[in-house]
């Protein structure tokens, strides 16, 4: 296993950073958060479907960027579920590249497949603290 990361294009908008770039972004942080072996799959899907796995799995009727599953702990297996359309729309909104904004979902996702969580106010500060850290080290050039 290692370190492996693969990619599924289920939606009809296109991921807005190359896979090579995307990839190695997920491992560094994995790398950093002190995971060696691990399988990440990331599955693009459409704004609709991630609505309704979010609705389905989380009982949150509401678009979405990023769903995080982890799978096992040892060694670490998990699947991130993004919406490229939803990435878009957000970066447009929060003056940031689609590029720049799908790292930083890549990174978010990543961190709550390492245990991260973001439901309070504390826990919102330190995933963000690790999300700019992060982008900085890994994707800021």
Same mark, same amino acid.
């Given at each position: @296993?290692?370190?492996?990361?693969?990619?599924?294009?289920?939606?009809?908008?296109?991921?807005?950073?190359?896979?090579?770039? *995307?990839?190695?972004?997920?491992?560094?942080? #994995? %790398?950093?958060?002190?995971?060696?072996?691990?399988?990440? !799959?990331?599955i693009s899907l459409e704004?609709?479907?991630?609505?309704? @796995?979010?609705?389905?799995?989380?009982?949150?009727? +509401?678009? $979405?960027?990023?769903?995080?599953?982890?799978?096992?702990?040892?060694?670490?297996?998990?699947?991130?579920? +993004?919406?490229?359309?939803?990435?878009?729309? /957000? *970066?447009?909104?929060?003056?940031? $590249?689609?590029?720049?904004?799908? *790292?930083?979902? @890549?990174?978010?996702?990543?961190?709550?497949?390492?245990?991260?969580?973001? *439901?309070?106010?504390?826990?919102? /500060? !330190? @995933?963000?603290? #690790?999300?700019?850290?992060?982008?900085?080290?890994?994707?800021? %050039?």
């Amino acid at each position: @296993m290692k370190g492996h990361v693969e990619f599924f294009q289920e939606s009809s908008v296109a991921i807005p950073l190359d896979e090579d770039d *995307a990839g190695r972004i997920v491992i560094s942080v #994995l %790398k950093d958060l002190g995971y060696s072996e691990f399988s990440v !799959n990331i599955i693009s899907l459409e704004d609709e479907a991630l609505r309704e @796995m979010k609705n389905e799995y989380f009982h949150e009727d +509401v678009y $979405t960027d990023v769903i995080s599953f982890t799978i096992e702990n040892e060694p670490l297996e998990g699947e991130l579920y +993004v919406s490229p359309e939803r990435i878009k729309f /957000n *970066a447009e909104k929060f003056g940031q $590249t689609p590029e720049r904004e799908f *790292a930083r979902i @890549m990174i978010h996702g990543v961190c709550h497949l390492c245990g991260y969580e973001d *439901a309070t106010e504390e826990e919102k /500060n !330190n @995933m963000t603290k #690790l999300e700019n850290r992060f982008l900085t080290q890994y994707y800021d %050039k």
